[in-house]
């Protein structure tokens, strides 16, 4: 190999990794949303195994079917790292569906439905709990929301970062 030969190697393979590098930061944008997801889906499954073990058979199926609805939104961002397009409906819609299941069991824990709902709230300290958590993923859900909102219209840090790189190309 000569030397123009190596030095068109070097050029080629930087282009690559610089390529490679946008596609990372692309799919870096939806981090913060892709780990809430995760937590949501591990708490539908905690949720379904308790209620099994309760025997709660509402809890099983709610639990179930939100947790089936967050492994096919996980899946849905899982596609980023492939596909740049920037909207993510599966996901937007699955946080829209989980906040309002939370809004709708937090008034279910001051019903009589609580029995069936969640089975395991025996006193007001675990109701508080249950209470706080539900508004935790409210709120977790609504930034999600905020996040997608922003890679929607290029409002995102991660976008600006993109932009200047791509500029400065190694």
Known sequence: MDRKEVEREKAEVAKTKHRESIKYMY??????IRYIVTIF???????????????????????LIMGIYSAVASFEQLSKMHNRKRDIPITRIYLYVQMAVNALLVIGLFTPLK????????????????????????????????????????????????????????
């Open 27 to 32: 799919f870096s944008r939806y981090l913060m």
């Open 41 to 63: 889906l591990f708490c539908n499954l905690i949720w379904f195994i308790i209620s099994a073990y309760y025997g709660s058979r509402f809890g099983i199926f709610a639990a």
């Open 115 to 170: 029995k069936i709902i969640f089975p395991f709230v025996i006193n007001n300290d675990i109701l508080y709990f249950m209470v706080a958590f539900l508004l935790i993923g409210i709120v977790l859900a609504a930034l999600c929301e905020f996040r997608i909102y922003q890679i929607l219209n290029d409002k995102d840090r991660y976008y600006r970062v993109i932009e200047v790189f791509k500029k400065h190309q190694q």
